[in-house]
């Protein structure tokens, strides 16, 4: 994989479980169709059949806080060098669903695990690339809870108290605070289309609509 270089726009979704993202990227899949861009929909951990097998070990299986990093940068290796990487030098504009920010709320805050590691393993890894723009979905982890409890079984993370995601609320702000020009805070706490229009906002405003 060569330094980032490519055309297209790379696209990332945010927040913790049940803040509502993954039920908004379909449609901004479309939306930005409509304006004339090519899109692909991947997400994290995952994307490629290699990540994928690994998003099922790290979702379900029993592993201690460094297995856990190093399954998901091994994951998302994979998923940059057969998938993103290609996309964005083909002119696409790639939708993921979750990125690095990621890694550094739950793994670094929620689990607590050496944000400087994450760091050199982020550099490692990605070789300089980021998104051009993620959208985080920020919920009041108590709304989030609710929303997943009515949703689905949970999985190695879903099952984590409050006091869990509250810290993964505060590893997302300390990302934002580091990188603010790439990240545009949603209330996702609000209706569907009051979000959808906070999505579309941030879009029009960096002229991709």
Same mark, same amino acid.
């Given at each position: ?9 790379? %696209?990332?979704?945010?927040? !913790? ?7 908004? !990227? ?7 169709? &409509? ?7 991947? *997400?994290?951990?995952? #994307?490629?059949?290699?990540?994928? *097998? ?29 998938? !993103? ?7 696409? $504009? ?6 690095? &920010? ?7 805050? #929620? ?5 400087? %590691? ?11 690339? @980021?998104? &051009?723009? $993620? ?6 982890? +108590? ?11 949970? &999985? ?19 990302? =934002? ?6 990240? +545009? ?6 209706? =569907?289309?009051?979000?959808? +229009? @906070? %999505? ?5 405003? =960096? #002229?991709?609509?």
């Amino acid at each position: 994989m060569t330094a980032p270089s490519a055309s297209g726009r790379f %696209i990332t979704l945010e927040g !913790i479980d049940g803040a509502g993202k993954s039920s908004h !990227i379909d449609a901004l899949a479309a939306w930005l169709r &409509d304006h004339g861009h090519e899109v692909v929909v991947t *997400r994290e951990p995952g #994307g490629t059949e290699l990540a994928e *097998r690994l998003r099922e070990l790290v979702l379900h299986a029993p592993m201690d806080a460094l297995t856990e990093v190093l399954l998901v940068f091994a994951a998302r290796r994979d998923h940059l060098v057969h998938a !993103i990487e290609p996309a964005l030098a083909g002119g696409a $504009t790639v939708l993921c669903d979750r990125f690095t &920010d990621a890694t550094f709320a739950y793994q670094g805050a #929620g689990r607590g695990f050496d944000l400087d %590691i994450l760091a050199g393993l982020e550099d490692w890894v990605q070789r300089g690339r @980021q998104p &051009d723009l $993620t959208l985080w979905f920020r919920v009041a982890p +108590a709304t989030a809870a609710a929303r997943r409890a009515a949703a689905r079984s949970p &999985d190695r993370f879903e099952s984590q108290g409050q006091d869990f995601f509250e810290r993964v609320d505060s590893g997302y702000a300390a990302r =934002r605070v580091a990188a603010p020009q790439r990240f +545009a805070e949603l209330d996702a706490g609000a209706d =569907r289309a009051a979000v959808w +229009a @906070q %999505i579309e906002a941030a879009l029009v405003q =960096r #002229g991709w609509g």
